[in-house]
């Protein structure tokens, strides 16, 4: 059965710390893996989306990593802000479509002043 | 560019009353449409999704269907409302051969059953 386990479950950080969230998977076969922002009430927002030749991609604060021969993936947070809190969900595609994605149950992240 | 709309944003019925929440994609052509719902601590769980005008396809067996009268529109419905339908649900969509098929989603319905 396809599974992506998500650690911690949540954490809380002080403004303008870094934080590393983690992302283990087992789906197969694998085609890209995405990191989601949602903040609370709000559908999710892509931060990534990295297939299986790509280690490092950021998008701003946000740094992805991804090792496919250990299916770890990690969600790096730089000088964190108040608008960061959210929730971060990993999602792993097995294939070229949409339905064959399998979602983590995220890290819910609080970023204090 | 291309948005989605989903209402109501939030909705409060009881139990054996019906449901019809509808989702709409401006911006696009021929997308491929989502229905997820979210329940409270755990991940976003697939229940439809559409490749096309009248195509659904179901993931899980409920108490729920879909349907897709035109190519932008996606509407999720039931005849009795359960207390378990209770959740966030989210409609998304995505453009067919892509090559990530990234995924967009609308701001979401939270549906209570009382």
């Known amino acids: 059965k396809n599974q992506v386990e998500q650690s911690p479950q949540s954490l809380i950080i002080l403004e303008g710390k870094n934080c590393t969230l983690q992302?283990?998977?087992?789906?197969?076969?694998?085609?890209?893996l995405r990191w989601y922002k949602q903040d609370t009430g709000r559908g999710p927002v892509s931060l990534t989306i990295?297939?299986?030749?790509?280690n490092t991609k950021s998008n701003g604060r946000y740094t992805a990593t991804l090792d496919a021969d250990t299916k770890q993936s990690s969600l790096h947070i730089t000088a964190s802000q108040l608008s960061d809190s959210a929730s971060y969900i990993c999602?792993?595609?097995?294939?070229?479509?949409?339905?064959?994605?399998?979602f983590g149950k995220g890290t819910k992240l609080s970023v204090i002043p | 560019s291309q948005t989605i709309h989903q209402w109501p944003a939030t909705l409060v019925q009881p139990v054996g009353s019906p449901l019809s929440l509808e989702c709409t994609v401006e911006?696009?052509?021929?997308?491929?449409l989502y229905w997820y719902r979210q329940a409270a601590g755990r991940g976003l769980q697939l229940l439809f999704y559409?490749?096309?005008?009248?195509?659904i396809s179901s993931e899980v067996p409920q108490n729920l269907s879909a349907s897709r009268p035109q190519d932008r529109q996606f509407i999720l419905s039931s005849k009795k409302l359960l207390l378990s339908d209770s959740g966030f649900y989210l409609c998304?969509?995505?453009?067919?051969?892509?090559?990530?098929?990234?995924?967009?989603f609308g701001p979401g319905t939270r549906l209570t059953v009382l």
């Open positions: 998304a969509w995505d453009q067919s051969g892509s090559s990530y098929n990234e995924q967009f």
């Open positions: 992302c283990n998977y087992t789906v197969s076969p694998f085609s890209n």
């Open positions: 990295m297939t299986f030749s790509e």
């Open positions: 999602v792993v595609s097995a294939g070229a479509g949409s339905y064959q994605l399998t």
């Open positions: 911006g696009t052509s021929n997308p491929n």
């Open positions: 559409s490749v096309g005008i009248g195509q």
